[in-house]
T-cell receptor
Framework: LAKTTQPISMDSYEGQEVNITCSHNNIATNDYITWYQQFPSQGPRFIIQGYKTKVTNEVASLFIPADRKSSTLSLPRVSLSDTAVYYCLVGDPLDNAGNMLTFGGGTRLMVKP | DVKVTQSSRYLVKRTGEKVFLECVQDMDHENMFWYRQDPGLGLRLIYFSYDVKMKEKGDIPEGYSVSREKKERFSLILESASTNQTSMYLC?????????????????FGPGTRLTVT
């Protein structure tokens, strides 16, 4: 079971780029890396998912080095509304045991004016 | 847009009561999940279901049961509520993996039910 480690919290200012790194030293060959965002009093929301190298969508970019033992979620030019908790998950889409469905404590990002 | 709805946003129950939390999704997803979220502990998986009448235990199933009689509906049951079950409960749904069963593909979450057991 791939366990993930993220910083507990991070502070940033509006307009800055924020990079949140997740460590997953025991990632397995078939595991994907997924990031979710959660605002207070809401359920988590899918942000991005990737397997290797770089994935980009309209919200964020996900950088995965060749050894895949870590990944970095990059949020360009954050605004106050990006203040949330960000979760990194690692899991195998073909795993029927549910082992991939583990959300850690997440990283609490605070964006300041 | 996928919509996952939960029967109540806030619920207050007494110790020993039987509690039903209902979740409905409208995207014909095979997979449905129940999590609880507590400060400092993140989300923890209670039960999941990858088909009608199918259920699998998650990380913390003790004190809970589930029911999935229809594809769109997944119920979480607290047979005898206790104060340590006071928590935020989140339901989610997703598409299945390529060969059936749950997957790490995108999960869609409901707004949550904040349950207080007194």
């Amino acid at each position: 079971l791939a366990k993930t480690t993220q910083p507990i919290s991070m502070d940033s200012y509006e307009g800055q780029e924020v990079n949140i790194t997740c460590s997953h030293n025991n990632i397995a060959t078939n595991d994907y890396i997924t990031w979710y965002q959660q605002f207070p009093s809401q359920g988590p929301r899918f942000i991005i998912q990737g397997y290797k190298t770089k994935v980009t969508n309209e919200v964020a970019s996900l950088f995965i080095p060749a050894d895949r033992k870590s990944s970095t979620l990059s949020l360009p030019r954050v605004s106050l509304s990006d203040t949330a908790v960000y979760y990194c998950l690692v899991g195998d889409p073909l795993d029927n045991a549910g082992n991939m469905l583990t959300f850690g404590g997440g990283t609490r990002l605070m964006v300041k004016p | 847009d996928v919509k996952v709805t939960q029967s109540s946003r806030y619920l207050v129950k007494r110790t020993g009561e039987k509690v039903f939390l209902e979740c409905v999704q409208d995207m014909d997803h095979e997979n449905m999940f129940w999590y609880r979220q507590d400060p400092g502990l993140g989300l923890r998986l209670i039960y999941f279901s990858y088909d009608v009448k199918m259920k699998e235990k998650g990380d913390i199933p003790e004190g809970y049961s589930v029911s999935r009689e229809k594809k769109e509906r997944f119920s979480l049951i607290l047979e005898s509520a206790s104060t340590n079950q006071t928590s935020m409960y989140l339901c989610a749904s997703s598409l299945p993996s390529l060969f059936g069963g749950p997957s790490s593909y995108e999960q869609y979450f409901g707004p949550g039910t904040r349950l207080t057991v007194t």
